[in-house]
């Protein structure tokens, strides 16, 4: 009988398709070398206790009985509501003590929400012994993601779950494995914080306002994603850089261009790189550039140079795996 278990995910970024995903689009994430971990181990207690150093919380209680209602503090929501959920479909029999730590900061908008979601569960089953498959580990995790951000297409958790760079359509409809080689990418972060759920409903204002443009723009998108997939195959960076450029374009359409990405965007372009677009839902966190190999250290001093932060990514990282149990 196990005592103690500790899962760790890791986090994404997207590639292509970003906001027309949640109308039924496809997207291609890939999933980064930056894992959270989260350790679980049963207490005679029946209480659930959640510490997250990294978000200031320690030692953060609860009745077993209370897991879900009264007010949740925002940093152990994906915990407490993935506790829940998992509880009503499963059953936790003893208390859990739970502690997270994360390789990046939550700010950077890598899914740390998705990733710390994956890794308990993964967890928690396997501390109780029960054998969830990717698909059941996935509808659970979107569950909880729904329950607490209301939409989302569940791309995040996802790349956590399978890790690799995954061509993905909206609530896992089709998850497929893309197998290429390691990408020239070079990452921005903005330092400006953006709010999903705020984007997102943004982005369903306009759509409900302009229902014909907005359609036509989301279908671009996708067909920039399906082109991107064979070019990702086949390796052709510079193709890849001008659907980067394309997809841009098509997002400060739907109003989720910033400033300081454009700054970053920008820098990146004008020395040289392939092309260059936002990662995510926009408004900040970070941008993404395919670039010549001969250029990353340039394009990384003129990231720095205009505001942001130069991110070392390694892309096609592992998905969700038991570390300890
Ligand atoms: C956010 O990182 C990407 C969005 O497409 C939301 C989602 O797919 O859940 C804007």
């Known amino acids: 009988m196990l005592n103690k278990t500790i899962a760790s995910a890791p986090g994404k970024l997207m590639l ?3 906001h027309a995903v949640i109308y039924g689009y496809p997207c291609i994430v890939t999933a980064v070398n930056q894992r959270i971990y989260v350790s679980v181990n049963k207490i005679k207690e029946k209480k659930i206790i959640i510490s997250a150093p990294q978000l200031n919380t320690q ?3 609860k009745d077993l009985s209370k897991i879900g209602k009264g007010d949740i503090p925002k940093e152990v929501k994906f915990i407490e509501i993935g506790l829940k959920n998992y509880r009503n479909k499963y059953s936790l029999p003893t208390g859990i003590n739970i502690v997270t730590k994360s390789d990046f900061s939550s700010k950077f908008g890598f899914g740390s929400s998705s990733a710390v979601t994956v890794a308990l569960i993964k967890a928690l ?5 029960n054998k969830l498959s990717k698909k059941e580990l996935f509808s659970i995790c979107y569950k909880t993601v729904l329950d607490i951000q209301k939409a989302g297409s569940g791309f995040d958790i996802a790349a956590a779950i399978w890790g690799g760079t995954i061509y993905f359509i909206s609530g896992g409809k089709v ?3 893309l197998r ?3 990408m020239p990418l070079v990452v921005g972060y903005t330092k400006v914080k953006a709010d999903t759920s705020t984007l997102v409903r943004k982005v369903g204002d306009l759509y409900r306002e302009n229902k014909k443009e907005i359609s036509i723009i989301f279908s671009l998108i996708g067909d ?3 082109k991107a997939k064979v070019k990702l195959i086949s390796q052709d960076w510079k193709g890849l850089g001008k659907l980067m450029d394309i997809n841009q374009g098509l997002l400060e359409s739907l109003g989720v261009g910033s400033i300081e990405l454009s700054k970053l965007i920008y820098a990146a372009r004008s020395l040289g790189a392939y092309g260059a677009k936002l990662s995510g839902a926009g408004g900040g966190d970070c941008m993404i ?6 250029k990353f250290g340039s394009i990384k001093k003129e990231i720095t140079k205009k505001g942001g932060v130069a991110l070392d990514v390694k892309t096609h990282a592992e998905g969700v795996k038991i570390e300890k149990a």
């Open 16 to 18: 292509f398709g970003e």
């Open 59 to 61: 030692e953060y209680q």
């Open 125 to 129: 089953s396997t501390l109780f012994e």
């Open 175 to 177: 998850i497929k494995p």
């Open 180 to 182: 290429i080689g390691e």
């Open 224 to 226: 920039i994603v399906l």
């Open 289 to 294: 550039t395919f670039t010549p190999n001969t």
